[in-house]
């Protein structure tokens, strides 16, 4: 086969003069909603524009790109606060995926259309920095130790009791929230393994499913993969075709649910 032509020097040298960055630059890249840590391989001029091949810092190869230059900013203070906060952002929408599965716009967090979903919840803070500190400790390969104490299901059982008290024999509330505790169990045990899940995750999910294969998930997690499941548990419930009715009474409650995390944080977010 034959071998494509170099390019002259005098058309590398009119494109380096006209790129905003040099190969070999370390950049923040916008890909699928957000900015990642990239160095500059290569420099073309298209018709739309100049283009940077990025390769991520942490991926392989075979994920370097060509971007844009409208997507590739500059490594500096102002490019990383805009990267931590569309960090926040992307975790709220959906806390576990890939740098290539995206299963919303990031635009779509900033809707203030009540009618948009079916549930919407209104992360706090707190709980939204826990986000990101959580996905922070996975990447940088620190796995919890399991089983992790307490468990998402001592959690769940704490947060009925309370409630329980608080009715004081409220019946109708009791079964209400009985069902919601019941099917946050059945969502984490059976979706968490493809779902809720960071790749570096995987294997150790693997191990302890074989070692331990009547032991749910529920009873070997904690309250960091609870929170993801969770803030992601309004885009299941749609794809699940939940009846409005059922969605209105459960709202309140989830709401409910994402206090007692807060109010107890400190004693649930312990690293173990």
Excluded at 63 to 82: F, G, Q, T
Excluded at 227 to 251: F, Y
Aim: hydrophobic residues 35%; negative net charge.
């Amino acid at each position: 086969p034959s071998k494509r032509k170099a390019p002259s020097a005098d058309t590398a040298s009119s494109v380096q003069a006209n790129s905003k960055f040099d190969v070999g630059q370390q950049v923040l890249a916008f890909d699928y909603g957000k900015l990642y840590v990239a160095k500059v391989i290569g420099v073309r001029e298209s018709e739309g524009g100049m283009e940077y091949k990025m390769h991520y810092n942490g991926w392989k190869k075979k994920w370097d790109a060509w971007l844009k230059e409208e997507n590739v900013h500059h490594d500096n203070e102002e490019s990383r606060a805009l990267q931590t906060k569309l960090d926040a952002v992307v975790l709220m929408q959906d806390p576990v995926q890939s740098r290539h599965i995206v299963t919303k716009k990031v635009g779509d967090a900033f809707t203030d259309d009540p009618n948009d979903d079916l549930i919407r919840l209104i992360i706090p803070h707190t709980l939204q920095k826990q986000l990101i500190d959580d996905h922070t400790r996975i990447k940088e390969g620190k796995l919890y130790n399991l089983p992790k104490k307490p468990t998402a299901g001592d959690i769940l059982e704490r947060f009925l009791a309370t409630k329980r008290e608080e009715e004081q024999g409220n019946s109708c509330e009791d079964a209400i929230l009985s069902e919601m505790v019941r099917g946050l169990k059945t969502y984490l045990d059976s979706g968490l393994g493809m779902i809720l899940l960071y790749p570096e995750e995987f294997e150790q999910f693997d191990r302890f499913r074989a070692e331990r294969p009547n032991v749910p998930p529920c009873e070997l997690y904690g309250i960091e993969h609870l929170l993801r499941l969770v803030v992601k548990l309004p885009t299941l419930l749609e794809n699940a075709r939940m009846h409005p009715d059922s969605a209105l009474h459960l709202h309140p409650r989830l709401l409910e649910l994402l206090r007692f995390f807060e109010r107890n944080a400190r004693s649930f977010f312990l690293h173990s």
